[in-house]
């Protein structure tokens, strides 16, 4: 018997069980579009993540005073006072992966503005920072060299800040005050969102380094480095070599823990991907399982319906029909309705996902990859779950199943 | 000692020259029903010729079934060879045995055994499905087979808008469709009253005669299968008696003698 023949009779068998045929789908339907959903919803959460490393910078190679291994006392960029300016440039001048580098000085602080005030983080540093972290400036501009050199009192508004000072108003040129002294806001940086950690990157202000270690934080080390390796494998073979030169340099002997760390954007983006990539497969396995909860709902009304026809498939042999020909029917039986299933599964999967991007305004990524190994998958699923009772109705005795009530 | 009797044993009935359509040599046939083994057939050995209309007839548990089952190719010999046509079935695989009953042979059923929610043409066309035939042809041959059973203003009919007679009537046309050398018959008047058994019995006669179509019929009723030439009678697994039927009864000639029956009137439906 043709294939045509066949799924003709396949859809006539399940056009004549209407309600039970759409149930059976449901299963199916359910499966395939909870897998769509779930996948997009956590390939959203894979394009966030990814938005956030960018955000760190290109090639980024970040090094922070402090101890990073486990045990032991260990103390935190605060209070390890050994990474220094002249660090920074022994790293410049004899790590050539590395391209630029910007120190950072940090510091909680109290800034007012008439009768606004609010207490955010500032950050001392050089020009050429914004420039690494790709961070540009919304208005105003950025201080220059000359305002560093002379630990100058100028600020750079992060968003946040900005909006709670000044509302509506531009900050370019206007006075605030950090603690008790004056500072010249010189601009405003545009908008970077959360970080990878989840805390809002532009609730800082931005000033010279020198003038946050000289008059904010009265310190003369500093507390990280900012650098950016001239490639993205460089910067992954940037890191032995920065570390062996500040062990060098402050004097670490074999076996002593480092009182500095070394992090690359790559390494950060890995961690973080793979984490979202878990959630992303976790979410895709747990929605499967509902998928093959529709599978076996299909055997289970396909083996009903082996027994409910039990005569028609004698007869069906009386006259001719092959073992081959009557497994073949109740398999296209089995993957007509998973198919189907698939097919409704996907349009569900997608409005479903429209939704949670409309209303809990997450962003989902509907990803081509995923609709058609859902589509496969339904398939697949139809002929596993199909196989058993189609091979049970080929080998009924027709002698039997003639006489079968 | 079963073997020496069937080889020196001869066609009761029938003309022992001409090459018979059905030859079952010595065939046994016995079932494991766990420990117990039940034999249905215990060395049975007969020739059928084509053209011939038998009626085998026997008690239940006589194995008339069993040798109904074996003939139509349902069900393997234990022991024994069934020659078909020339062909020893009792040899070939399930596969080729699914063809021979799709081309040379017809079942008609007590049951009639029609799919229901399929039209009238639909279940006729049925084997001509697995035959592999092109849908015009399946159609115009469907068509055929129930003209010759007298149903042509039925075809689009369901099986539950059919008398018990018209659904026997489309069950034959079903049996005829892919032209087959033997028309198989299990009590196929056992669920019908009797005007309407002799309507059956009418076609097949005619199907006989007319056609030349071999019929062998299954049946412990005595009155119809004085319709048949030849009765065959079973007992215990064997053929116990052979013989040609004595004033054999013609259907077309009873009928008429018959009193009509209220649910055989013309129908209302095909009134309109």
Known sequence: ?405 | MAESVAATMEPPVGVPTRSALIRLENVHKAYNLGEVQVHALRGVSLEIHSGEFVAVMGASGSGKSTLMNILGCLDRPTRGHYFLDGTDVSALSKVELARIRNRKLGFVFQQFNLLSRTSALENVELPTIYRGLSPPEREQRAREALERVGLSDRADHYPSQLSGGQQQRVAIARALVNRPSILLADEPTGNLDSRTSVEIMDILQRLNEEQGLTVVLVTHEHDIAQFAKRALEFRDGKLRRDRIVPHRQVAREVLPTLPLLEDEKEDPQEAT
């Not at chain 1, 972290?133 to 002379?150: H, I, L, M, Y």
């Not at chain 1, 805390?199 to 480095?225: E, L």
């Not at chain 1, 983006?269 to 979410?283: E, G, W």
């Not at chain 1, 497994?327 to 569900?348: D, H, P």
């Open chain 1, 1 to 405: 018997m043709d294939f045509w023949n066949t799924l003709r009779l396949a859809l006539r068998a399940l056009a004549r069980n209407k309600l039970r045929s759409s149930l059976t789908m449901l299963g199916i339907i359910i499966g395939v579009g909870a897998v769509i959903a779930t996948v997009s919803i956590g390939q959203g959460a894979e394009f966030l993540v990814q938005q956030g490393i960018q955000s760190m910078g290109t090639n980024a190679v970040f090094i922070a005073a402090g101890s990073n291994r486990p045990g032991g006392a260990r103390l935190g960029s605060w209070a390890v006072k050994t990474l220094t300016l002249d660090d920074m440039n022994a790293v410049l001048r004899e790590v050539p992966l590395i391209r630029e580098a910007a120190p950072a000085v940090v510091g909680r602080v109290q800034v007012v503005y008439q009768n606004q005030n609010w207490n955010t983080g500032i950050t001392g540093t050089t020009p050429n920072y914004f420039a690494i972290r790709n961070w540009p400036v919304e208005a105003g501009s950025v201080f220059g060299q000359e305002e560093v050199d002379s630990a100058a009192d100028v600020c750079l508004l992060g968003t946040t800040v900005a909006r709670i000072l000044f509302g509506e108003e531009n900050p370019v040129g206007k006075q605030i005050r950090i603690g008790n002294l004056p500072f010249r806001v010189v601009g405003v940086l545009e908008s970077k969102g959360q970080s990878v950690m989840g805390d809002d990157q532009d609730d800082r202000i931005f000033s010279p380094y020198t003038t946050v270690q000289r008059k904010i934080s009265g310190i003369t080390w500093i507390q990280f480095i900012n650098a950016s390796a001239v490639s993205q494998e460089a910067s992954v073979a940037a890191v032995p070599q920065i570390t062996a030169l500040l062990r060098e340099r402050h004097h670490i002997r074999s076996g002593e823990d480092d009182d500095f760390f070394v992090r690359t954007q790559s390494e950060v983006a890995d961690i973080a991907q793979q984490t979202s990539r878990v959630m992303t497969l976790l979410l895709g396995s747990i929605a499967s399982v509902s998928l093959i909860v529709g599978g076996i709902g299909i055997m289970n009304i396909m083996l009903v319906s082996v027994t409910e026809r039990t005569r028609e498939i004698g007869v069906r042999m009386a006259v001719g029909a092959t073992e081959n020909d009557v497994q073949q029917q109740f398999l296209v039986e089995a993957v007509t309705l998973s198919m189907a299933g698939g097919l409704v599964g996907i349009g569900v999967g997608l409005v479903g996902s429209a939704l949670i991007s409309n209303f809990l305004s997450w962003p989902t990524l509907i990803s081509i990859k995923a609709i058609v190994t859902a589509a496969i998958f339904s398939a697949g699923v139809g002929i596993f779950f199909g196989y058993y009772p189609a091979r049970k109705a080929a080998q009924l005795d027709p002698i039997e199943s003639l006489r079968y009530e």
